[in-house]
Nanobody, 128 residues
Framework: VQMQASGGGLVQAGGSLTLSCAAS????????VGWFRQAPGKERESVAH??????????YYTDSVKGRFTISGDNAKNTVYLQMNSLKPEDTAVYYC????????????????????WGQGTLVTVSS
């Protein structure tokens, strides 16, 4: 499976960006896709993830992005999106998407080592 993240860029504080994560190759009947980010000098952290199984979707957001970010998926396009609104300078980071087969809850999908496939990262820079 190949993951391709795109959509990063430079935006002013308060602005919006939409990241895309397109998957190609093997497809899964159930899946979890996560967005992670890594700021300079900091550890990679979970931002959001989405799990899908038999038409049931569940989402998770880290506290710092709740109410501002929205994760969604388009199964027909094998693409997951991260809509980011009200961006803050502290959102500046390289954003990565990752995928694994299976529908997961709780702390497991928030861990980077839970994922088998990773995209190359896309840089988001929020200016103050």
């Amino acid at each position: 499976v190949q993951m391709q993240a795109s959509g990063g860029g430079l935006v002013q504080a308060g602005g919006s960006l939409t990241l895309s994560c397109a998957a190609s190759g093997r497809t899964f009947s159930t899946y979890t896709v996560g967005w992670f980010r890594q700021a300079p000098g900091k550890e990679r952290e979970s931002v959001a993830h989405i799990s899908w199984s038999s038409g049931v979707t569940s989402n998770y957001y880290t506290d710092s992005v709740k109410g501002r970010f929205t994760i969604s998926g388009d199964n027909a396009k094998n693409t997951v999106y991260l809509q980011m609104n009200s961006l803050k300078p502290e959102d500046t980071a390289v954003y990565y998407c990752a995928a694994t087969g299976g529908h997961y809850y709780g702390a497991y999908p928030a861990r980077a080592d839970s994922y088998d496939y990773w995209g190359q990262g896309t840089l988001v820079t929020v200016s103050s």
